[in-house]
């Protein structure tokens, strides 16, 4: 827990709960996703899942339109709405650094990078200096 000190400051303060054992087979991007069997980013080369015809960018449009492509449309807030789900893209310099998932009660769920996911109560909990704040929020209907 102490490497979750220094890159999650603000999560030692928060309620959260580690909901599965470490591993590097999906990252927060595919976890936000909903995919735990593929690591999902634009890197150019074309190594990691990226969904086809989305620019291979570490750019906020890039994030956007891949998950455009999964049927969600931006929004203003992580707030809870009900019937719908939202995901929110944390950025730190204006570049796309993680992502968290809302669960139906409200609270998120994230991957730690290659470590565990968790469920938290707050965008906050995961707000750090390494990863930035959460600045962009997408929604879609559940069912």
């Known amino acids: 827990m102490s490497n979750f000190q220094e890159?999650?400051?603000f999560l030692v303060q928060?309620?959260?709960?580690?909901?599965?054992?470490?591993?590097n087979s999906?990252?927060?991007i595919a976890w936000a996703a909903e995919?735990?069997?593929?690591w999902w980013w634009p890197d150019p080369k074309g190594v990691a899942f990226w969904p086809r015809g989305i620019e291979r960018a570490e750019t906020v449009d890039a994030f956007t339109a891949a998950f455009v492509s999964l049927g969600y449309v931006p929004c203003v807030?992580?707030?809870i709405s009900p019937?719908?789900?939202?995901v929110a893209l944390y950025t730190k310099n204006g570049a796309p650094t993680l992502m968290a998932r809302q669960m139906p009660d409200g609270t998120w769920t994230s991957k730690l990078g290659q470590s565990i996911d968790i469920n938290h109560y707050t965008l906050d909990a995961i707000h750090s200096p390494l990863y930035g704040a959460a600045t962009h929020f997408f929604s879609r209907p559940i069912g």
């Not at 928060?14 to 591993?23: Q, R, Y």
């Not at 995919?35 to 593929?38: A, G, K, Y």
């Open 7 to 9: 890159v999650f400051p």
């Open 83 to 86: 019937g719908v789900q939202k």
């Open 77 to 79: 807030d992580g707030a």
């Open 26 to 28: 999906y990252n927060c």
């Open 14 to 23: 928060s309620n959260f709960h580690p909901t599965s054992p470490e591993t």
């Open 35 to 38: 995919e735990d069997d593929v």
